[in-house]
């Protein structure tokens, strides 16, 4: 059963813009925190940015002023806008969820290519 599905990955030039949409399965539950991470080919994946059901964010230094994250918690989803795109922030894209009971779940990942 797919339980985090991702969208909007594809190929942007330098400078441009993406935005990408995890939506969360009903059978998760408690959800506290979600989150984008990444993973370049050859690097290991790293946190892009995280947002509580509180509302508070966290953003790798990478991103910061770039991109923005944003969530719904009622249709549980969670948004990343993605601004001034580098070549550099080509990457696979994975959601990740976290629950109250320290449960986590990933996406199978979106690819973001940023290139001319």
């Known amino acids: 059963q797919v339980q985090l599905v991702e969208s909007g990955g594809g190929l942007v030039q330098p400078g441009g813009s993406l935005k990408l949409s995890c939506a969360a399965s009903?059978?998760?539950?408690?959800?506290?925190?979600m989150g984008w991470y990444r993973q370049a080919p050859g690097k290991q994946r790293e946190l892009v940015a995280t947002?509580?059901?509180?509302?508070?964010?966290n953003y790798a230094d990478s991103v910061k002023g770039r991109f923005t994250i944003s969530g719904d918690n009622a249709k549980k989803m969670v948004y990343l806008q993605m601004d001034s795109l580098k070549p550099e922030d080509t990457a696979v894209y994975y959601c990740?969820?976290?629950?109250?009971?320290?449960?986590?779940?990933w996406g199978k990942g979106t690819l973001v290519t940023v290139s001319s």
């Open positions: 009903r059978s998760i539950f408690s959800i506290n925190a």
């Open positions: 990740n969820a976290n629950t109250l009971w320290g449960r986590a779940y």
């Open positions: 947002i509580t059901t509180g509302g508070s964010t």
